[in-house]
């Protein structure tokens, strides 16, 4: 993240998981008390739903088919409450393909700092859109509140690996280890070799596969 992307960040900030899905499970089950609120702009992943439940939490959900699967501030604004703890952003979109505008982000931006709750962004897709993807977990004045989800799975192909990571703020990942080693111990060293090797592959000429395809 600093070589590539000038993204401030430690071993201190990172936490391999099984795949994207245990990042999201990780993540999720750490931050959630029983009754808090995760806004969740649909139509969605469905394990955000099924996650935010399992963690005694209440998915709230905000219909992006109206604003062609963009957030607008008065609509995000109408689900937000006292008892908001997140919300889950996941550009490019799965279903949709959708890739979330620098004014959507901006909406949710502001309005994190203003109501102070959590910002999940599950970026799986994005090394593999076919148009740039502007992405908050880059803004310095967003860091401290925003969990940047990822997975081996899409940008190199290693699907069935089970290989993922989060990196979050200073602090979270303390503890989202502890939870994890309760959960599954750990991620198979073996295939965290094979993850650091993939690091060094570049996946332009997947991606560009992809556009000709398209």
Request: one cysteine or more; a negative charge.
């Amino acid at each position: 993240y600093e070589t590539k992307r000038g993204m401030a960040c430690t071993m201190d900030n990172i936490l391999v998981t099984v795949g994207a899905t245990g990042a999201l499970n990780t993540c999720l089950t750490g931050l959630l008390n029983p009754g808090e609120e995760v806004i969740i702009p649909i139509p969605a992943f469905p394990l955000y739903e099924s996650i935010t439940v399992a963690a005694g939490a209440v998915p709230v959900f905000l219909d992006l088919k109206k604003s062609n699967f963009q957030i607008e501030k008065p609509a995000l604004e109408a689900v937000i409450s006292k008892k908001t703890r997140a919300i889950v952003l996941n550009s490019p979109n799965n279903p949709t393909g959708c890739v979330l505008s620098e004014e959507s982000l901006s909406v949710v931006a502001e309005l994190a700092q203003k109501h102070d709750f959590w910002i999940l962004c599950d970026n799986v897709y994005a090394a593999l859109s076919s148009e740039p993807v502007p992405d908050l977990t880059l803004d310095p004045g967003l860091r401290d509140r925003c969990i940047l989800c990822q997975s081996f799975s899409k940008p190199w192909a290693m699907i069935g690996w089970r290989l993922g990571w989060l990196a979050a703020p200073d602090g979270l990942i303390d503890k989202f280890t502890i939870l994890q080693a309760a959960q599954i111990a750990s991620v198979p060293t073996f295939l965290q070799k094979a993850a650091e090797t993939a690091l060094q592959v570049d996946v332009a000429s997947m991606a560009d596969t992809y556009r000709k395809r398209r």
